[in-house]
């Protein structure tokens, strides 16, 4: 940031009293101006034996395929952000059964809270963010056309869950987001889930 956005003055960055990271100070009024990791919920609507997927009609990645998740706003809970997200992008009315996966995504300062909800009728459509929704059998699951590696990987991990006939818990820390391959599971893998 450049300017203060309490006065509107110059800020610099230095390392405030006490602290021991730089922050964005402001010259004038002294604000301390702290950027902490956001919040990014998201949910896995399943109906019967389908979840439900969006394909994006805006950037980034318009054209690929995700499940509803969005930026928490404040005022509401993670699950509460996941259902508006659900009923925003999807047009569907879920109750949340489980949170699935928490995945810490360092490099760009995001967490993904993955939940799963049960879609409460066959009821769904495109949000103005989505170009189509649509239901996918597990052996449908368009992969190579996933919108974001951290979805990818959520979506990878329920899927193998379903297949050993329970879902886990999964936390895991994402190195980079923006990895070119798309294929972070190997490194993903190799973490503890416990
Ligand atoms: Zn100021």
């Not at 949910?43 to 509803?68: D, H, Y």
């Not at 809270?113 to 049960?118: I, L, P």
């Not at 009821?123 to 919108?147: D, K, N, Q, T």
């Not at 050993?164 to 994402?174: N, P």
Request: net charge neutral; charged share 20%; aromatic share 8%.
């Amino acid at each position: 940031m450049n300017f203060c956005s309490a006065c509107g003055k110059p800020v610099a960055q230095k390392i405030p009293p006490g602290d021991n990271l730089p922050r964005f100070v402001c010259g004038s009024c002294d604000a301390i101006h702290y950027h902490n990791p956001k919040i990014v919920a998201g949910c896995i609507p399943e109906w019967e034996n389908q979840i439900l997927l969006c394909r994006r009609a805006i950037e980034p990645k318009s054209g690929l395929w995700t499940f509803p998740a969005g930026f928490m706003e404040i005022g509401e809970s993670t699950e509460q952000a996941a259902m508006r997200e659900t009923v925003e992008e999807a047009k569907a009315e879920v109750v949340l059964t489980r949170l699935h996966s928490v995945f810490s995504l360092p490099q760009i300062g995001q967490v993904y809270m993955v939940f799963v909800g049960k879609m409460q009728s066959k009821r769904f459509g495109a949000g103005a963010e989505s170009l189509e929704v649509r239901l996918f059998h597990p052996s449908e699951i368009p992969w190579e056309e996933i919108a974001f590696p951290v979805v990818k990987e959520a979506l990878r991990r329920y899927i193998d869950d379903m297949a050993k006939g329970g879902l886990s818990l999964h936390v895991a820390s994402l190195p980079d987001r923006l990895n070119k391959t798309g294929t972070t599971g190997s490194i993903l893998h190799n973490r503890s889930d416990g």
